[in-house]
């Protein structure tokens, strides 16, 4: 005789907390659509940072190219000038900038290229590189990420302390 009123005290207790029932699932699904949005912006902002240090790679290798395409010309007069096509389309930079596209599978492009002299007299070339890349999930504003990088290689004699033209 003790169980009818135990039965009728868990359907009581049953009926009191079917109104809850679903609000974890609420939460649950909420919860994972916050964590992923949080996923995908850390994936992406973690591409964008390789983006920028490939920019810089490989700006810096393409001036480094076109900084030791000496001028033969001004050579056999002893002067050390980095050749003036060392910047054009078909040079060792733009080159080197193609190249290094097709091995890695990167979408780069150079933006800017300029011969000049450092304050110390030495030659010295500026490259500017721009990297696309496809964010994690690609929407209108965000179809595309572009990073950019310049870096500058110069042509010079002694050691990174005591930088001397040649």
């Known amino acids: 005789m003790t169980?009818?009123?135990r039965l009728k005290t868990r359907l009581l207790t049953r009926l009191r907390h079917d109104a809850d029932r679903g609000s974890v699932s609420l939460w649950v699904?909420?919860?994972?659509?916050?964590t992923l949005a949080l996923l995908v912006l850390v994936v992406d902002?973690?591409?964008?940072?390789?983006?920028k240090s490939r920019a810089a790679d490989i700006a810096?290798?393409?001036?480094?190219?076109?900084?030791?395409?000496?001028?033969?010309?001004?050579?056999?007069?002893?002067?050390v000038t980095i050749d003036p096509a060392a910047c054009q389309v078909p040079g060792p930079a733009s080159e080197l900038v193609s190249t290094y596209q097709k091995g890695v599978g990167v979408q780069a492009s150079m933006q800017n290229c300029q011969i000049g002299t450092d304050p110390q007299g030495a030659p010295d070339v500026t490259v500017e590189v721009q990297?696309?890349?496809?964010?994690?999930i690609p929407v209108n504003p965000f179809a595309a990420i572009n990073v950019t990088a310049t870096e500058t290689a110069f042509l010079a004699c002694g050691t990174a302390d005591a930088r001397v033209a040649c």
């Open 45 to 51: 902002g973690g591409q964008v940072i390789i983006a």
């Open 29 to 34: 699904i909420m919860f994972a659509f916050v």
């Open 131 to 136: 990297v696309s890349m496809k964010p994690f």
């Open 60 to 79: 810096e290798q393409a001036a480094r190219a076109a900084a030791d395409d000496i001028n033969p010309g001004a050579l056999r007069n002893g002067q």
């Open 3 to 5: 169980r009818p009123p």
